[in-house]
């Protein structure tokens, strides 16, 4: 209950120690506010637990990119010889997989660290206990030990983010693996069954391969659903190209264990009916990921705004009840990104204690996937355009292109590709731009700072590239796909 | 119970590491610039350090062992080739830093001058 003379623990309480939560109750004790930050971890099916700093820092993002860049370092070596560098015995060169997550996990204790201090230092009080709600003002923490904490806040912000779902198939929670163990893996994950051909699947699967264990993947849609589908195939073809075996239109049965510790998995292809099995070391379910918000007690809050897959529907975090709001991937219908979790945690935070006015822009972000060839973009998909302006209003410029280093080691160039959605008319306002090749993000980042600007094809068109390099591709578009031109380089530098 | 051990120099430094037994009390290392005649250290942030830390370990009431470490006069601490900048094990940045040995857990310059701070890294268990 709201305290009879008003005053409360907290001016702020957040549900949640992640990108969005952290950087909310870091801007908003920079406004003076008093600060509570609960956070807690509940072991994965398999016992996984980590520290303070959400998914991204202990089991997304920087797991996921530091395991990226061994995969890529592995394959520099090789292409390191090409280059004239002798390398002693290449065949004997190989991934020491616990030296790996050794050096990952350290990496990530010291981000756990550092984040501990930041907090301690900013006087933010930290509560490692899970939150849920008593009242509308009311939380209460769950300690490791069991005992209970209540505090009261005049503001709360919900920042649970999500954990990775599990189909229910016999053998998924007892046998299977998930994004929240496979970075600190206490072997090394052998013959491995991703199922899931999102991104999470995608890029494990990737770097698994890369890294010299064996990957499938199952995909029951497509893969990377929701992206532009033409470029999500010439990331696939990328990853089959380089060994990773893909098994469409195909769901999982079940996953038995066997005498020899192997896992033996069933699946069916939902289009003929058949159904396959095969054997493998290891099995890791990326089939989505559902927001934390059942133990939080909402109805308790008088949160009702949910919807059927737990998230929570807050246009501009504010949840439906006046001082309950929300951020991050716990939102409904909003990019699940740490940057836009810590942005409009911000923004939120000033909202609250600066007199802020500024709303969380969602349009137009940018993101890159990290499979093995990268995939990075900004805006809309030409799926996305056709849908929303119509195939006469929108024009596709595109083209592939061969990244200059690639030569020398003969490196594949056939996935190497990217186009530009534009309006049709006038001076061609640029709706989605799309890179599949090496350092995606890097590419694509500095672009959806210019399509913030309202960058127009005629823009682009006049920008001169820096050469050589893979970013400046996108100065060089200038066939469209309306026209039928051949889309493939002649040679560089004209 | 602290101990409290006095090392000066690198070498010193290192050959103490390898006699840390890994199944003792954990052991924090202080890296301080050498004292002057005077009885303080060249570095200032040292000196304002000091105080806080000494009065925080009298009332710490934990089994550890509190190492000093003389890293040095100022023209050797500023060389960007110092042991104590190079070397793996302490890749130090700025003084003073205390480390806990084997651990991530590190505060460097004013960080060492804040009592919960000073908590968190001596109280805490991994």
Redesign the interface.
């Known amino acids: 209950m709201a305290p009879i003379d008003g005053t409360f623990d907290y001016d702020l309480a957040v549900i949640g120690g992640g990108s969005g939560g952290l950087a909310c109750a870091k801007e908003a004790v920079n406004h003076g506010a008093r600060v509570a930050v609960l956070d807690y971890v509940t072991p994965s099916p398999q016992g996984t637990k980590w520290g303070l700093g959400g998914t991204c820092v202990n089991v997304g993002c920087i797991p996921k990119k530091l395991m990226h860049q061994a995969a890529l370092l592995g394959e520099s070596i090789h292409e390191a010889i090409s280059y004239g560098w002798e390398v002693p015995s290449p065949d004997a060169i190989k991934i020491n997989w616990s030296a790996l997550t050794e050096a990952v996990q ?1 990496h990530i ?2 981000v ?2 550092v984040t ?2 930041d907090l ?2 900013k006087k933010i009080e930290y509560i490692n206990g899970l939150g849920e709600f008593k009242d509308p003002h009311t939380l209460v923490a769950t300690l490791k030990n069991g005992t209970k904490r209540e505090l009261t806040a005049r503001n709360i912000v919900i920042a649970v983010g999500g954990r990775p779902h599990y189909p229910d198939i016999p053998g998924a929670l007892e046998y299977c693996i998930s994004s929240d163990d496979i970075f600190s893996l206490g072997h090394p994950p052998g013959k491995t069954l991703v199922v899931g051909a999102g991104y999470i699947g995608l890029e494990c699967a990737g770097f698994l391969n890369s890294l010299g264990f064996s990957a499938t993947v199952l995909v029951r849609s497509v893969p990377l659903r929701g992206f532009d589908q033409q470029m999500a195939l010439m990331v696939t073809n990328e990853m089959e190209e380089r060994g990773v075996a893909f098994h469409h239109k195909c769901i999982p049965l079940s996953v038995e264990k066997l005498e020899s510790g192997q896992l033996k998995a069933r699946w069916q292809n939902t289009e003929t009916g058949e159904q396959a099995e095969d054997v493998f070391d290891t099995v890791l379910m990326a089939t989505g990921r559902y927001a934390l918000t059942k133990a939080l007690n909402l109805p308790a809050a008088g949160v009702t705004a949910v919807t059927g897959s737990g998230k929570i529907a807050a246009q501009t975090e504010q949840t439906d009840v006046a001082h309950v709001y929300a951020v991050g991937d716990v939102l409904e219908g909003r990019p699940e990104l740490t940057p836009v979790a810590i942005h409009a945690g911000r923004l939120l935070a000033r909202r609250l204690f600066a007199d802020g006015l500024q709303h969380m822009d969602y349009e137009n972000v940018a993101t890159t996937v990290f499979t093995p060839l990268e995939y990075g973009c900004v805006g809309l998909s030409e799926e996305a355009a056709l849908d929303r302006y119509g195939e006469e209003s929108i024009e596709v410029y595109h083209a592939f292109y061969k990244p200059t280093e690639f030569f020398i080691p003969q490196r594949n160039i056939r996935n190497c590709y990217l186009k530009a959605v534009a309006e049709r008319g006038g001076a061609q306002r640029v709706l989605g731009l799309h890179f599949v090749g090496p350092v995606a993000g890097e590419v694509i980042q500095g672009f959806a700072a210019a399509i913030k600007c309202g960058l127009t094809m005629e823009q682009l068109m006049n920008t001169v590239g820096i050469h050589p390099t893979v970013a400046e591709e996108f100065t060089r578009l200038n066939i469209t796909k309306r026209s039928g031109k051949d889309p493939n380089p002649a040679s560089c530098c004209s | 119970m602290i101990s409290f051990v006095n090392i000066e120099g690198f070498d010193e430094f290192a050959k103490y590491t390898e006699s840390i037994d890994q199944k003792g009390p954990p052991v924090l290392f202080y890296f301080s610039g050498s004292k002057l005649p005077d009885g303080r250290s060249w570095c200032p942030d040292c000196v304002e350090a000091e105080p806080i830390i000494k009065a925080f370990l009298d009332e710490l009431k934990k089994n550890v062992i509190f190492v000093y470490v003389d890293v040095g006069d100022r023209e050797y601490w500023k060389d960007k080739a110092c042991p104590f900048r190079t070397d793996s094990r302490t890749k130090l940045m700025v003084i003073p830093t205390i480390i806990k040995w084997k651990g991530v857990q590190r505060l460097e310059g004013s960080q060492c001058t804040k009592r919960e701070l000073l908590q968190m890294l001596f109280e805490e268990d991994d």
């Open positions: 350290n204790k010291s756990n660290w501990r201090v301690r230092d």
